[in-house]
C-alpha cells in the first residue's frame, strides 16, 4: 500500500524559512504539495513529475508562491521537497503531499502545519 508521510512543518516569522519533506513508498507519476487553512479551501501550492519520460522533473506552482517555494525530489530517498523561503502570514496552513494536484488520486499524507507570524 503506499504511503506518503510529511515532516518539518513549524513556527517562524514572516520571512523566514521552512523546508517540508513527504517520504513516499515509492514515486510514481505527479506528485504534489496542496494546504488548507482554516475555513478555506484546499489550494494547490506545487507539483513535480516523477516518471520517466519527457515530463520528469517538470514542475508547476500557484501563482502565489512562485519565486518563493521551490518543489524537488531525491529519488535515492524517495522523497519529496517543498522549500518555503520569504513566508507570509498567508502561507499560514496546512500542508499535504499528494499524489496528483490537490489529491486527485486519493492519495495523501497526514498533513504538516506551518504557522507564519508577523
Known amino acids: 500500500e503506499d504511503q506518503l508521510v510529511e515532516t518539518g512543518g513549524g513556527s517562524v516569522q514572516a520571512g523566514g524559512s521552512l523546508r517540508l519533506s513527504c517520504e513516499a513508498t515509492?514515486?510514481?507519476?505527479?506528485l504534489a504539495w496542496f494546504r488548507q487553512a482554516p475555513g478555506n479551501e484546499r489550494e494547490g501550492v506545487a507539483s513535480?513529475?516523477?516518471?520517466?519520460?519527457?515530463?520528469?522533473?517538470?514542475?508547476s506552482y500557484t501563482d502565489s508562491v512562485k519565486g518563493r517555494f521551490t518543489v524537488s525530489l531525491d529519488n535515492a530517498k524517495n522523497t519529496l521537497y517543498l522549500q518555503l523561503n520569504s513566508l507570509k502570514t498567508e502561507d499560514t496552513a496546512i500542508y499535504y503531499c499528494?499524489?496528483?494536484?490537490?489529491?486527485?488520486?486519493?492519495?495523501r499524507g497526514q498533513g504538516t502545519q506551518v504557522t507564519v507570524s508577523s
Open positions: 499528494s499524489k496528483g494536484w490537490i489529491d486527485a488520486f486519493g492519495l
Open positions: 515509492r514515486l510514481n507519476y505527479c
Open positions: 513535480i513529475y516523477t516518471d520517466n519520460g519527457t515530463k520528469k522533473g517538470t514542475t
